[in-house]
């Protein structure tokens, strides 16, 4: 479905002139052109997923120019870049310390799951229940827990 897309978008763009704009294009392929919020490289996108080669080609774009058709596993895209919001370093170093005990925390609790887990792995468990309930059973005074008293 995928290459049949694309070869199906390749000839609507290659029938507009050159300089036809993203809504042009869109309208050849009996699309509608999409905007997303603003996104970073880690976030889920509707419409584009995460982690993928359409939020890489994004993040590759100069501010105002498109892409060339750029497909996913089951999607393709033309991305145009309208705006670029620059990372604002201020406001991660603010955050930074939390960012950084956060990981410590994460790597503290991987350490010990990991740690119990081989625990559990390379124990020797004898199962005793048997002897030791049967021994607290002989070792208790006729007439139960509380003594027959007077």
Do not use: C, Y
């Not at 199906?8 to 699309?31: C, D, M, N, V």
């Not at 999409?34 to 889920?44: G, H, I, L, V």
């Not at 890489?56 to 145009?80: H, K, M, N, W, Y």
């Not at 309208?82 to 005990?101: F, P, T």
């Amino acid at each position: 479905k995928v290459r049949m897309a694309v070869a199906e978008a390749e000839a609507a763009i290659a029938s507009l002139p050159a300089g036809a704009s993203i809504e042009q294009i869109a309208e050849a392929l009996g699309r509608q052109v999409q905007m997303s919020e603003p996104f970073t490289r880690n976030d889920f996108v509707p419409g584009m997923g995460r982690h993928n080669a359409a939020i890489g080609a994004a993040f590759g774009l100069p501010q105002g120019r498109r892409s060339g058709l750029v497909t996913t596993a089951q999607d393709a895209f033309i991305l145009e870049v309208v705006e670029r919001i620059s990372a604002d370093s201020a406001s991660w170093l603010e955050q930074k310390e939390q960012q950084r005990l956060l990981a410590i925390n994460q790597i503290g609790q991987r350490r010990f799951a990991d740690w119990l887990e081989g625990l559990r792995q390379n124990a020797r468990i004898v199962d005793q229940r048997d002897e030791v309930l049967q021994q607290t059973e002989d070792q208790v005074p006729m007439g139960g827990v509380f003594g027959v008293g007077r």
